[in-house]
């Protein structure tokens, strides 16, 4: 079910390197919020930092709060492996498991848990493919390899593999950068249809595609190179196209720079 | 470019000039998309333009690789071209013989079978014990261990490669066999009903540990370096974003390494393995060393004593006086080097399935 997410005073470290500085932000349940910024801004790695991906980098180091319904994932005791289960992800480049079949890899997830019911798999990989707008394309050849599918398919599957194991939050890295115009459209208006189950925070490069797919949009900045990246400014969508309170956001989104 | 090659390629010779211009003007372009003149040249058909420089770098290549086809085809038809004559002289089966009996030039009596399944079970013994170890050391180096206690330890295993097979052979007989003679004698009391650990009259001495059983463990050292390294090679460069997808569905460590690093390198670990039992297959010294020769034929028993293909040819080496004499052994040679080609064959049989 969909949950809120707090992040409070995130600070995140890659060895010595301060990356990204005191962010705080709220994401409303049922909502897509969206990430923006210039290259090297440290919005990916605040993704990162949400499903405690960041620390499987040797030397990284996060400081602060990340609650999911007031809870810490960071918290003493908490696996960061059951906080992935809870908040799946989507990269930016597909990568399904090549040597798995198209099935295997939507409910390698569940299979990690333990799930062994073949109907119980059968179900939720049909479920999950029909949830990524994939099923009809699929349906016939759900044993061979997920690696055969084109990009913006191998995409889909890879959203289906993270639908599968239901978790609360969808954290989506650009998931979109390196695909075809069309599979941008398709997985554009597959995020609209997931949000009603599923808390999604995306992080692009396309202003226009956060303007499309968006509730709220946070923009991340760095005062220099070799500065942290901080959060400048985070607000409804409309708002922050239309009419932003900081002057670097607006320079941004209207191209004057980055 | 595809916007002015249209018009080029039509053009005759003397409206090209007006139609670049036309196209330029077009497209707004400057001078720059001018195409230059020699390109307008069609190429001449059926002869397509190789620079020198390719030309003799090809030649390079092509020469390398038929060389070594051809030195392989070569030691093939020198082993074929010294057997035959000793082959035709031979008063029993070569093929299903375990007779070794070379003393009298008249009366030549070789056969290779008990030569053929000491070696095969030996480095078959050999690859069991170093598979499994191999394949730990290798995902320890790259999975587990941190940076900085990886690069060394894998330096280690490397090194462990370069120290000669002698002073294997020589650790293995002076100081491996009567450290293994506790666990040979238990194998040999509580599973000698089973035929690989029963142990006749007149094979080695357990204490001595003369017998396959050590050989085979002293062969499992000797291939582990080159497993382990060909694995961490391969276990290395599974793709990143694999492991972090893995990871993002709620992998531990372990189930990370089951769903992406062995399906990844599944083919180059087999191909180490087979590798490593390339090796076993041909080592010479270290066995020659360890096993002792006995009067037995060959019972299947790891606690026997005998000889491979290469130490039964390293051991009468001093004595080919005679090329007849010399060809038994050079069939012998003949057989292990088509064994060596039989075990790669089944190797890449196996990946290839494997991947399809």
């Known amino acids: 079910?969909?949950?809120?997410?707090?992040?409070?005073?995130?600070?995140?470290?890659?060895?010595?390197?301060?990356?990204?500085?005191d962010v705080s932000l709220m994401v409303p349940p049922h909502s897509v919020t969206a990430?923006?910024?210039?290259?090297?801004?440290?919005?990916?790695?605040?993704?990162?930092?949400?499903?405690?991906?960041?620390?499987?980098?040797?030397?990284?180091?996060?400081?602060?709060?990340?609650?999911?319904?007031?809870?810490?994932?960071?918290?003493p005791g908490v696996d960061p492996v059951d906080v992935r289960r809870t908040i799946g992800m989507v990269f930016q480049r597909p990568n399904p498991f090549p040597t798995m079949s198209i099935r295997d890899n939507v409910?390698?997830?569940?299979?990690?848990?333990?799930?062994?019911?073949?109907?119980?798999?059968?179900?939720?990989?049909?479920?999950?493919?029909?949830?990524?707008?994939?099923w009809d394309e699929v349906r016939d050849r759900l044993n061979k390899p997920g690696g055969g599918l084109s990009g913006g398919q191998q995409q889909r599957l890879c959203i289906a593999r993270a639908v599968a194991v239901a978790p609360d939050v969808l954290l989506m890295d650009e998931p979109c950068s390196a695909l075809d115009p069309i599979s941008t459209l398709a997985i554009e208006d597959l995020i609209s249809e997931l949000k009603r189950d599923f808390t999604i925070v995306i992080v692009t490069h396309n202003m226009q595609q956060a303007a499309r797919v968006s509730d709220q949009t946070a923009f991340f900045n760095l005062r220099a190179t070799g500065e942290p990246g901080q959060l400048v400014e985070i607000d409804q969508t409309q708002k922050i196209f239309a009419n932003p309170t900081q002057r670097a956001t607006e320079d941004y989104i209207t191209g004057r720079f980055g | 470019m595809s916007d002015?090659?249209?018009?080029?390629?039509?053009?005759?010779?003397?409206?090209?000039?007006?139609?670049?211009?036309t196209t330029a003007g077009a497209l707004g372009g400057s001078p720059a998309r001018q195409p230059?003149?020699?390109?307008?040249?069609?190429?001449?058909?059926?002869?397509?333009?190789?620079?020198r420089g390719d030309r003799l770098f090809r030649a390079a290549a092509v020469s390398s690789g038929g060389l070594i086809v051809g030195i392989i085809a070569a030691i093939g038809l020198f082993l074929l071209l010294q057997a035959v004559p000793a082959l035709r002289v031979d008063q029993v089966n070569f093929l299903t013989s375990r007779l070794w009996n070379t003393d009298s030039l008249t009366n030549l009596r070789f056969g290779i079978l008990d030569l053929l399944l000491i070696t095969v079970?030996?480095?078959?013994?050999?690859?069991?014990?170093?598979?499994?170890?191999?394949?730990?050391?290798?995902?320890?180096?790259?999975?587990?261990?941190?940076?900085?206690?990886?690069?060394?330890?894998?330096?280690?295993?490397?090194?462990?490669?370069?120290?000669?097979?002698?002073?294997?052979?020589?650790?293995?007989?002076?100081?491996?066999?009567?450290?293994?003679?506790?666990?040979?004698?238990?194998?040999?009391?509580?599973?000698?009903?089973?035929?690989?650990?029963?142990?006749?009259?007149?094979?080695?001495?357990?204490?001595?540990?003369?017998?396959?059983?050590?050989?085979?463990?002293?062969?499992?050292?000797?291939?582990?370096?080159?497993?382990?390294?060909?694995?961490?090679?391969?276990?290395?460069?599974?793709?990143?974003?694999?492991?972090?997808?893995?990871?993002?569905?709620?992998?531990?460590?372990?189930e990370v390494i089951r769903t992406t690093v062995l399906p990844f390198g599944r083919a180059g670990y087999v191909s180490g393995s087979m590798l490593g039992l390339g090796r076993a297959l041909g080592e010479?010294?270290?066995?020659?060393?360890?096993?002792?020769?006995?009067?037995?034929?060959?019972?299947?028993?790891?606690?026997?004593?005998?000889?491979?293909?290469?130490?039964?040819?390293?051991?009468?080496?001093?004595?080919?006086?005679?090329?007849?004499?010399?060809?038994?052994?050079?069939?012998?040679?003949?057989?292990?080097?088509v064994l060596t080609f039989v075990v790669n064959a089944a190797a890449r049989a196996a990946i290839a399935a494997g991947e399809r």
């Open chain 2, 4 to 21: 002015h090659t249209g018009p080029q390629t039509d053009a005759t010779a003397d409206h090209r000039p007006a139609t670049s211009a």
């Open chain 2, 121 to 254: 079970t030996v480095s078959l013994f050999a690859l069991i014990i170093a598979m499994p170890v191999s394949l730990g050391i290798a995902l320890f180096l790259t999975q587990y261990a941190p940076a900085r206690l990886a690069r060394p330890f894998a330096y280690v295993v490397d090194l462990l490669a370069a120290v000669p097979s002698i002073v294997f052979g020589l650790w293995g007989i002076f100081v491996l066999a009567p450290a293994l003679y506790p666990v040979a004698a238990w194998l040999n009391t509580h599973l000698g009903w089973l035929f690989l650990f029963s142990r006749r009259a007149g094979a080695p001495s357990l204490q001595g540990g003369g017998n396959l059983f050590t050989a085979g463990i002293v062969l499992a050292v000797m291939i582990l370096p080159i497993i382990t390294a060909v694995s961490r090679e391969v276990f290395e460069r599974t793709p990143r974003e694999q492991i972090e997808g893995a990871l993002a569905l709620g992998a531990t460590r372990w």
């Open chain 2, 36 to 51: 230059p003149a020699e390109r307008a040249q069609p190429p001449s058909p059926g002869k397509p333009v190789v620079r």
């Open chain 1, 107 to 134: 409910v390698a997830g569940l299979k990690l848990q333990g799930v062994k019911n073949k109907a119980k798999l059968n179900e939720t990989a049909e479920q999950a493919l029909r949830a990524a707008n994939l």
């Open chain 1, 35 to 75: 990430f923006i910024g210039p290259s090297g801004c440290g919005k990916s790695t605040v993704l990162r930092t949400i499903n405690r991906m960041h620390e499987v980098i040797p030397g990284a180091r996060v400081e602060g709060r990340v609650l999911l319904d007031g809870e810490d994932v960071y918290g």
């Open chain 2, 284 to 337: 010479t010294i270290a066995i020659y060393i360890i096993l002792s020769g006995t009067a037995l034929s060959f019972s299947g028993s790891l606690f026997d004593g005998g000889a491979t293909f290469a130490s039964k040819i390293a051991q009468a080496a001093p004595e080919f006086n005679n090329p007849t004499l010399a060809g038994a052994y050079v069939s012998a040679g003949l057989v292990l080097f």
């Open chain 1, 1 to 21: 079910m969909a949950r809120r997410l707090d992040l409070e005073h995130v600070n995140i470290y890659y060895g010595n390197f301060h990356a990204v500085s």
